[in-house]
């Protein structure tokens, strides 16, 4: 698919056309120095900001909570469960201004929600418009992880900036339908130029972090010695896993009101004591330990033995937010030594 | 690119109660017959025994239950249920006509037509965890040719507390298996074995040779029936094992039910002993 650019002039015509026909979110500064997701409305063209939102994308195919099916709640009428898929509640949607490793992860999770058909009809509906990094923050490391600051993997679209205007690469037929407009032009010989130079200067993956931890054996990694280490400081708090792209559990749990009820499904975390408890009281994962050890198995060994990759894309919100500094570029150093 | 999914995995069959019976004396363990509502689920559904199924009470929630019936039993799905949570105990409170939802089959079940064709049978249960080894015995003696001797070691605290009563007594009537029905201490009025599971395996411990072994109880029975069986020559290639964890989703997303790599749910319930050991103890 063939590049086009887009003046930075005419990027805030073509933003209020995309309004028009989309929801488009993007990253909107809420508070100084604090990203957040926000619908636009096209009156401004947003500053993507260095680095990742407050808050990963996983919200958009991924909501919080999300209404599975609704039913009748009266349990002693006859015709009381029968269950109705709610109606498909959105727009289709433009994520404008994601960065490579936000991207990636969609791609990441859609490996275990290959049968979901809430999260793939939410994927089907959203293009993602993808910033390529120029240089990365202190805390991200896409490329321990197997991804890369120009990496295009689960965008639609991919886009350079340029001096004054945007290089935009459709990368599927998604991203290609948001070019259909007349404020685009073909890009120079230099500014393709520019934007591969900016992709070969990109920093390359360091070290194929996910095939070295396959080739491990799974109860060496889970038997090794730091664990007790990391987890002493953790307070299972959970942020982590709700600020993570790819941490993708959940609950399902009824509402019921007044004879009417529906099933949702939210966020959960391998960090709170009730997530493995069974109704007899029994704990399989009761301790602290092992639960941040599933944590960390989960993404660096379980999920790429199983899949390929590792669950985790280096966006570093974890290491940013976490509480008590547990930092997972370390754990992964330790069990790549075991 | 995203694939289509036409199918909701999440979505239950409306079902309805059809029977209920109270199994054991303090009234904990109740076997609920669910009848599927519409032809087409019926014609649909085909389980093979020891998967499970999610059964939903409205406004309550879904609990993950093992399917007691065979697929060779005609007239519904039978379920016994330990009253222990919320949902079990809302559908505990439940009668004959009640609404109620039926998602699955769940899960792998014993290789009952690939693996275990040809073979010698020991089922070893004990306490209520007897409910998919009954569908995989009514499997069995419904293709009885197929099999080799078959012996059942079932136990429960108190004669009170043993599941499916009438039937114990009709399989100890037939001569085609080898039934071992124990309680843990003596009881008025029985006069059948008296001990602990792990004890009365040692002492009836079939062979091992070309056999398979299929356990269901609480951890610390299976712990202690193992030695007996190791020490007759037993491999934990020859042991299956049903595990239990937390589930929600029942189809390999939501990371509940998760020992290390593998999903309970979707690539279980039903492991080797041998696959079981490489796993950690997170059940």
């Given at each position: 698919m063939k590049p086009l650019v887009v003046e930075k002039a005419q990027a805030g015509s073509w933003l209020r056309k995309l309004c028009q026909e989309f929801d488009v979110f993007g990253p909107v500064e809420t508070k100084k120095g604090f990203y957040n997701w926000k619908r636009l409305d096209g009156t401004i063209v947003p500053h993507i900001p260095q680095g990742v939102a407050k808050v990963s994308i996983k919200t958009f195919f991924f909501p919080q909570p999300e209404v599975m099916f609704e039913f009748d709640a009266r349990?002693?009428?006859?015709?009381?469960?029968?269950?109705?898929?709610?109606?498909?509640?959105?727009?289709?949607?433009?994520?404008?201004?994601?960065?490579?490793?936000?991207?990636?992860?969609?791609a990441l999770n859609a490996m275990p929600y290959r049968e979901d058909p809430y999260f793939q009809r939410k994927r089907k509906e959203t293009t993602i418009v993808a910033f390529l990094c120029e240089e990365g923050c202190l805390t991200c490391?896409?490329?321990?992880?197997?991804?890369?600051?120009?990496?295009?993997?689960?965008?639609?679209?991919?886009?350079?900036?340029?001096?004054?205007?945007?290089?935009?690469?459709?990368?599927?037929e998604k991203g290609l339908r948001l070019l259909d407009y007349e404020f685009f032009r073909k890009p120079t010989a230099q500014e393709k130029s520019i934007a591969q130079e900016r992709k070969k200067g990109a920093q390359k993956s360091v070290e194929d972090t996910a095939s070295k931890l396959r080739s491990k054996d799974l109860m060496d990694l889970y038997n090794a010695h730091f664990w007790a280490a990391v987890a002493e400081s953790c307070i299972n708090c959970g942020a982590c896993t709700f600020l993570c792209p790819t941490c993708y559990c959940f609950d399902i749990q009824?509402?019921?009101?007044?004879?009417?009820?529906?099933?949702?499904?939210?966020?959960?975390?391998?960090?709170?004591?009730?997530?493995t408890q069974h109704a007899s009281g029994h704990n399989p994962r009761g301790e602290k330990l092992k639960r941040v050890r599933n944590r960390f198995m989960h993404k660096l060994k379980y999920f790429p033995d199983r899949f390929g990759p590792i669950s985790c894309v280096g966006c570093g919100r974890c290491v940013r937010d976490c509480p008590v500094n547990i930092d997972i570029r370390q754990v992964m150093e330790g069990l790549m030594e075991v | 690119m995203a694939e289509e999914v036409t199918m909701n995995p999440y979505l239950p069959y409306p079902a309805v109660i059809d029977a209920v019976t109270v199994e054991s004396e303090d009234g904990n363990l109740k076997t609920f017959r669910l009848v599927l509502e519409s032809r087409q689920d019926r014609e649909k559904w085909n389980h093979t025994p020891g998967q499970f199924a999610m059964l939903s009470i409205a406004g309550k929630g879904e609990i993950p239950i093992g399917i007691a019936s065979s697929p060779t039993e005609k007239g519904g799905l039978l379920f016994t249920v330990?009253?222990?949570?919320?949902?079990?105990?809302?559908?505990?409170?439940?009668?004959?006509?009640?609404?109620?939802?039926?998602?699955?089959?769940?899960?792998n079940g014993f290789p009952v037509d690939t693996d275990l064709r040809a073979k010698n049978i020991v089922i070893i249960a004990g306490g209520?965890?007897?409910?998919?080894?009954?569908?995989?015995?009514?499997?069995?003696?419904?293709?009885r040719q197929e099999y080799g001797r078959i012996t059942v070691i079932y136990g429960a605290r108190t004669p009170g507390m043993l599941l499916y009563k009438e039937?114990?007594?009709?399989?100890?009537?037939?001569?085609?298996?080898?039934?071992?029905?124990?309680?843990?201490?003596?009881?008025?009025?029985?006069?059948?074995?008296?001990?602990?599971?792990?004890?009365?395996?040692?002492?009836?411990?079939?062979?091992?040779?070309?056999?398979?072994?299929?356990?269901?109880?609480?951890p610390i029975m299976i712990k202690f029936t193992m030695p007996p069986l190791v020490k007759a020559g037993w491999t934990d290639s020859q042991v299956y094992l049903s595990l239990e964890n937390r589930m929600k989703c029942g189809i390999g997303i939501c990371g509940h039910c998760n020992v290390g790599p593998v999903y309970v749910c979707k690539d279980g319930p039903v492991f080797t002993r041998e696959e079981v050991q490489k796993l950690p103890v997170e059940f």
């Open positions: 349990p002693t009428d006859p015709e009381a469960f029968r269950p109705i898929e709610p109606h498909c509640d959105f727009n289709p949607r433009v994520l404008f201004g994601v960065r490579p490793c936000d991207a990636r992860s969609v490391f896409c490329t321990l992880t197997g991804g890369s600051p120009v990496g295009i993997e689960g965008a639609d679209m991919a886009v350079t900036e340029l001096e004054t205007g945007f290089f935009l690469e459709p990368v599927t009824d509402e019921a009101l007044r004879g009417k009820g529906r099933r949702i499904r939210y966020w959960d975390s391998c960090m709170f004591p009730l997530f | 330990n009253r222990a949570g919320v949902v079990t105990t809302a559908l505990h409170k439940m009668n004959v006509g009640d609404p109620i939802g039926v998602r699955g089959p769940l899960g209520f965890a007897f409910t998919t080894l009954r569908a995989t015995l009514i499997y069995m003696l419904e293709h039937e114990l007594r009709a399989w100890q009537e037939r001569d085609d298996l080898d039934v071992h029905i124990t309680v843990d201490r003596e009881a008025p009025g029985w006069d059948g074995l008296v001990g602990f599971v792990p004890t009365i395996a040692g002492q009836v411990c079939p062979s091992p040779d070309n056999s398979a072994a299929l356990i269901c109880g609480p």
